[in-house]
């Protein structure tokens, strides 16, 4: 069950008890209203973010890895932080855990299906390892806690500290394997760039944009949930993950139909690295985050399995793309994940 204290205070913080008294039909409208508003202004703020990268001179490989994931995470980062903060660590750790699932099972899944995607070994045998490797310390860490206190295992802050080290380190990285790749004329022809001041409009009434609709998401996905009596977990990992999500489905299937796929793999994989270090990072520094169990028996090993089978068929593709049925096994993965998820918590 949700706790009731979070969900009021996010009320009581946002909408003052208006959402709690709408109907049914009201609340599926409004969580609809805001999923496509969070997603235009994220998609408004992605673009700002790549011409204004652009004209101050950034590497354009950067912009996939980093201007974009981090522009398409914002509000991840935002719901998990103010939900740890406001006392509900199920749905701070699980909406970080199931962005990644969304990210890489059906945004990848999905696209790779519809489109042959080239996998770019420059970028992904790069932060490709550092997308996987992240998602491992993650797991193992919280294994760690596991074994040190099994009834109330604990992420502490001290995690989100170091996570945010290591992602200062990616980022740094990142900007080197950007002007490495520059230098070597890996860069796409993106066309002239807007102006600098309308590109940090763009950019800043996109983020505005993107705050006022996460805002909006945690208190009306978290009253539908507890209506129907779902848990915490469950909604942080399907409800709102898909929906914060979306800005990175919405990117992608913009980049690829604009003849930028590696744009896209980028986004996916910076997204997932920004995922665990920042959005988790930053909710284990707003408070520490218990564990529940769930993680451990469903959320980890599904976020692994997908993970791996990604880096697998990074590894097998000697022609430099993916194949369209590789797409469709991650998306398949996806798939017995949301399912999964309804089942296990019926058992």
Same mark, same amino acid.
């Given at each position: 069950?949700l706790?009731?204290g979070?969900?009021?205070?996010?009320?009581?913080a946002?909408?003052?008890?208006?959402?709690?008294?709408?109907?049914?039909?009201?609340?599926?409208?409004?969580?609809?209203?805001?999923?496509?508003?969070?997603?235009y202004?994220?998609?408004?703020?992605?673009?700002?973010?790549v011409?204004?990268?652009?004209?101050?001179? =950034? #590497?354009?490989?950067?912009i996939?890895?980093?201007?974009?994931?981090?522009? !398409?995470?914002? %509000?991840?980062? *935002?719901i998990?932080? !103010?939900?740890?903060?406001?006392?509900? %660590?199920?749905?701070?750790?699980?909406?970080?855990?199931?962005?990644?699932?969304?990210?890489?099972?059906l945004?990848?899944?999905? !696209?790779?299906?519809?489109?042959? =995607?080239?996998?770019?070994? *420059?970028?992904?045998?790069?932060?490709?390892?550092v997308q996987?490797?992240?998602?491992?310390?993650?797991?193992? &860490?919280?294994v760690?806690?596991?074994?040190?206190?099994?009834?109330?295992?604990?992420?502490?802050?001290?995690?989100?500290?170091?996570?945010?080290?290591? =992602?200062?380190?990616?980022?740094?990285?990142?900007?080197?394997?950007?002007?490495?790749?520059?230098?070597?004329?890996?860069?796409?022809?993106m066309?002239?760039?807007?102006?600098?001041?309308?590109?940090?409009?763009?950019m800043?009434?996109?983020?505005?944009?993107?705050?006022?609709a996460?805002?909006?998401? +945690?208190?009306?996905?978290?009253?539908?949930? *507890?209506? +129907?009596?779902? %848990?915490?977990?469950?909604?942080?990992?399907?409800?709102?993950?898909?929906?914060?999500?979306? #800005?990175?489905?919405?990117?992608?299937?913009?980049a690829?139909? $604009?003849?930028?796929?590696?744009?896209?793999?980028?986004?996916i994989?910076?997204?997932?690295?920004?995922n665990?270090?920042?959005?988790?990072?930053?909710?284990?520094?707003?408070? #520490?985050?218990?564990?529940?169990?769930?993680f451990?028996?469903?959320?980890?090993?599904?976020?692994l399995?997908? =993970?791996? !089978?990604?880096r697998?068929?990074?590894?097998?593709?000697?022609?430099?793309?993916? $194949?369209?049925?590789?797409?469709?096994?991650?998306?398949?993965?996806?798939? &017995?994940?949301?399912?999964?998820?309804?089942?296990?918590?019926? &058992?």
């Open positions: 069950m706790q009731i979070f969900w009021e205070s996010l009320l009581s946002g909408f003052g008890g208006a959402v709690a008294a709408m109907p049914s039909y009201a609340l599926a409208a409004a969580l609809v209203c805001g999923i496509l508003v969070l997603s202004s994220a998609d408004r703020m992605v673009e700002g973010s011409h204004t990268a652009r004209r101050t001179g =950034l #590497p354009r490989v950067l996939g890895t980093t201007v974009i994931a981090i522009g !398409t995470s914002l %509000p991840e980062a *935002f998990s932080v !103010t939900a740890a903060w406001m006392g509900n %660590p199920d749905l701070a750790l699980g909406n970080g855990v199931g962005s990644v699932i969304c990210n890489t099972g945004i990848f899944g999905l !696209t790779g299906l519809i489109w042959v =995607l080239p996998a770019n070994r *420059f970028v992904l045998n790069r932060a490709g390892w996987l490797g992240s998602a491992l310390l993650l797991v193992l &860490l919280c760690g806690f596991w074994v040190a206190e099994p009834l109330r295992p604990v992420i502490p802050r001290w995690v989100g500290l170091l996570f945010m080290v290591l =992602l200062a380190g990616y980022m740094y990285l990142t900007y080197i394997w950007g002007r490495q790749s520059s230098l070597m004329g890996m860069e796409p022809d066309g002239p760039p807007m102006g600098l001041v309308r590109s940090l409009l763009l800043i009434l996109g983020l505005a944009g993107v705050l006022a996460s805002r909006a998401i +945690i208190p009306i996905a978290s009253e539908t949930a *507890f209506r +129907i009596g779902v %848990p915490d977990d469950v909604v942080a990992a399907t409800i709102v993950a898909l929906g914060t999500s979306l #800005p990175e489905l919405v990117t992608s299937f913009s690829v139909r $604009k003849g930028y796929p590696s744009i896209m793999l980028g986004a994989v910076g997204s997932d690295v920004i665990i270090l920042f959005v988790v990072g930053a909710a284990a520094l707003a408070a #520490p985050l218990e564990i529940s169990p769930n451990f028996y469903f959320h980890f090993p599904a976020m399995i997908i =993970l791996i !089978t990604f697998t068929f990074i590894i097998v593709n000697s022609l430099g793309s993916f $194949k369209r049925w590789q797409g469709g096994v991650i998306l398949g993965w996806y798939g &017995l994940y949301i399912l999964g998820q309804y089942v296990f918590n019926l &058992l």
